[in-house]
């Protein structure tokens, strides 16, 4: 037998007076007001204009717990799910595997609930965390040192070009122009005001040697590797440094950036642990020389020993930062998204070395399965040449969006639309997460969908 | 939070130095497509330095390091400035719901309609909490919806031909932010100082803002936990001279059905959802800073923005957007937990949090007047700043204190901040603390200041219960050790 509820009723007067949230009672209200001094809460506010106070709020009355959670989960429902449709979006965010082990401890109050660890004796289990992160950075990307973590794989970018000027003292930052133009977007906005030219350059080009450094991502946008130590050569010739915007989990399987002698790299977090989530939280990966650690944007955690001789974690190098320096700080940034990048620690502990291992060569064998296949279809092609990881760029013989919908229609998330760079074209992603029930599901739908063009 | 005193033998070592080749704590399943034909071998990484430890390992290890941590949900936190209130579990369930935890970021907005909703009407609630219409979700942290508020101030004043105006002027009580973003904005910082009272100086203000002036950012309840009585006077000194007014938003929970920003003359605001929204704070992030505006200003803000046609909603850039100032839409599962926070709330409770919010703090005062300084001998609104100046005289700073309430089980105040108080410690309780434990907070602190006179020595080298004594700062300044070194 099924009971309705009806959720629909405003809370009784009774009930809506003391909110969950909020503990003191009209009693405990009273009492203090007294022990401060006064009869009525507005006392306490006098500074405030008296025609700007209570102003109307447009908001609506309190739900509770039961209906609230049935209207929320109604508008997520609204959502096309991966999941339940087969997905092959990349492009910046990337579906992967998560343990069970990443959610168990992301359930631990005592992390989520704590705050930046300024008093390190309190905050033991943030820090070593947090000093796990920068540990598994270095260790994935070879690299001397990595800061806890910043907003996202863009902002890191946009913070290194901006580091790379402050090392070099030049203003002009090369970028490839195979990288994703978002990537070039924040630069600009984090670099509008500070005097710096952008340069967009093909790989081959010539650069001058006034550049602060050339930056690129790679795999690049098209998801194929660059030549990682020829390009850091050339910004080294120059006198300047190489800036590298890499993929984490291509580096289970790839030489690592630091292998070439790259000075700063960043990446995306989100594809070691984080759900996709719409585009975050995630957090920005970065990593550099020792040589360059007083310009390191972002907060940064080092081992130290407390008065008895024990190891222990601390905040370090705060004098880079704003809290202190201000105006002249390496960044305005104040965070290091902690709690992504104890995600982050947990799956790279929990996969460990055979685990990434595993997962960069799953995505590799299942993209170039499915871009081998793909090929075959009268009308596709694979328009960009070169090593790929997990994305590779995909023309097609109708426009993306007609391409996309008809795709949608047989339960499929096709690719991330590139067709301001290559016409009709997109970039079709697959990793561990795609069947090979699913690949051959887009193979046999592309075909039908390319023959009715 | 472990306080026995099993510190020394409580196993620290990191996971690489608990690796046992072989060990693993998951398995991924064999590929099930054709093998395929692998890149050149240069190209392929020999190894790969990551732990190999059991499943349990890894669990117990992280349990164990959680437990060495204060927060919220074990211990009060009365970090000033930071509104460490009780973060509801129920935010954390809707953000992980497959529909928003599972979505992609690039899918088009039609295929995202439920998030695009949420997005538009959390922007609505914001909007209209704040009194400033328009509203970009994009900023990740409140530094850097600070920075997205003065290129908005930027872009304004250029659209008007008007870009000598290069300076920010900035109280010397603000967060160190508020200068940092305003250096990345490309303007000058020119400090306005405070009055004896802890307001702003008017007259020097007036005296300050003049032709250049393209913004003055104003923290509003103030960081000494103030409302600045003479509000409308300085919005209108600022505009008279032609410059736009940013509140920093840090504050807010302070004024939530109280007052409105934008009726008190602010142009651009950010808020802290992690803050006054109840998100959590996550050991340092995430967080999420959405910026608001007028309705005049709309036009310059960050994209994305989600609108609202019919029943259809839609990511889109305003007109003459500052642009993208992060990769994607902003931190999504942050604005789910902000969402559900707000109508959890509904209009009266989230009055109710602020008036909570502040009598709390109040009544700390009240009853720490006479054994503490105050910064400023006046009502306050969401928290007070305490001086320890007099306890100073006894040789006692305000440092051992805060880290003397660590053995309570009590995180320390935020200290030495502002930078204009002497020996302050910033009390902020929050509305979601009791008065039980309130009273607790109280005896302890007058407890604290009677040790001073009894047994410096013990203030003076606390905490005595933690995981670890004091740490040498300097040490870890000097010598970085910043990873793992096998």
Known sequence: MVHTVDHSAEPTSGSSSQHPYVPATDDDRAEMLSAIGVDRFEELIQDIPEHTRFPQLGIAEAAPELSLSADIAAMAARNVTPGDYACFLGAGAYRHFIPSTVNAILQRGEFVTAYTPYQPEAAQGTLQTGFEFQSAICQIFDMEVANAGMYDGPTAFAEAALMACRITRRNKVAVLDTADSRLVEVLRAYSVHQNIEIQTITPDAAVSDDIACIAFQSPNLYGVLEDVGGLTGRAHAAGALSIVHANPTAHGLFEPPGKYGVDIVTAEGQPLGVPLSFGGAYVGLFACRQEHIRQLPGRIIGRTTDTEGRTGYALTLQTREQHIRRERATSNICTSTQLIGLMVAVYVATLGKQGLKDVANLCYQKAHYAASEIAEIPGFSLPVEGTFFHEFALTCPRPVSEVNAALLEKGIIGGYDISDRIPDTMLICVTEMNSRAEIDKLVAALAEIGGAA | ?486
């Open chain 2, 1 to 486: 939070m472990t306080t026995s005193n099993t510190a020394n033998e409580l196993d620290r070592r990191l996971l690489m130095d608990r690796s046992v080749p072989g060990r693993t704590a998951v398995t991924l399943p064999p590929s099930d497509v054709p093998e395929q034909d692998m890149p050149q071998e240069s190209l392929l990484r020999d190894d790969l330095p990551l732990p190999e430890v059991s499943q349990l390992e890894v669990i117990r290890y992280f349990s164990l390091l959680s437990q060495l941590n204060f927060s919220i949900d074990t211990n009060f936190y009365p970090l000033g400035s930071c509104t460490m209130k009780y973060n509801p579990k129920l935010n954390d369930a809707m953000a992980s719901l497959p529909g928003f935890a599972g979505i992609h970021p690039n899918q088009p907005s039609d295929q995202v309609q439920g998030a695009v909703q949420l997005m538009h009407e959390l922007q609505e609630l914001l909007g209209d909490l704040t009194g400033l219409p328009g509203v970009s979700l994009a900023p990740l942290a409140g530094a850097q919806g600070e920075y997205a508020g003065l290129l908005i101030a930027r872009a304004y004043h250029a659209s008007r031909n008007d870009s000598a105006r290069t300076v920010a002027l900035i109280p010397d009580s603000a967060h160190g932010t508020n200068p940092a973003s305003a250096a990345m904005a490309g303007l000058e910082v020119v400090t306005v100082p405070s009055a004896s009272d802890g307001n702003v100086d008017v007259n020097a203000l007036r005296d300050l803002a003049d032709e250049r002036t393209a913004v003055f950012m104003l923290t509003l309840p103030s960081t000494l936990g103030l409302f600045e009585p003479s509000i409308l006077e300085i919005t209108q000194i600022v505009h008279d001279a032609g410059g736009l007014v940013y509140a920093d938003g840090a504050n807010l929970n302070a004024l939530l059905g109280i007052a409105k920003l934008g009726d008190l003359g602010f142009d651009i605001c950010h808020s802290n959802l992690h803050k006054t929204f109840s998100t959590p704070h996550g050991g340092g992030g995430p967080g999420s800073g959405p910026v608001m505006v007028t309705d005049e200003l709309a036009k310059f803000l960050p994209e994305p923005v989600a609108t609202r046609n019919g029943d259809s909603y839609t990511l889109s850039e305003p007109e003459s957007s500052i642009g993208k100032i992060n990769g994607f839409h902003g931190s999504f599962g942050i604005l789910v937990r902000a969402y559900t926070y707000i109508r959890a709330m509904g209009r009266d409770g989230l009055k109710s949090a602020a008036e909570n919010a502040i009598i709390n703090a109040n009544y700390i005062q009240s009853q720490l007047k006479d054994s503490f300084d105050l910064a400023a001998d006046r009502y306050c609104m969401h928290e007070t700043v305490l001086s320890a100046s007099r306890q100073k005289k006894r040789g006692v700073k305000g440092l051992d204190i805060a880290k003397r309430l660590l053995d309570h089980g009590i995180h320390a105040p935020t200290m030495y901040f502002p930078l204009i108080v002497d020996e302050a410690l910033m009390v902020e309780p929050t509305e979601t603390e009791s008065k039980e434990t309130l009273d607790h907070f109280i005896e302890v602190m007058r407890q604290i200041d009677d040790e001073i006179t009894s047994d410096p020595e013990t203030v003076q080298t606390a905490p005595h219960t933690l995981p670890v004594t004091r740490l040498d700062e300097a040490a870890a300044a000097r010598k970085p050790y910043l990873r793992w070194q096998g």
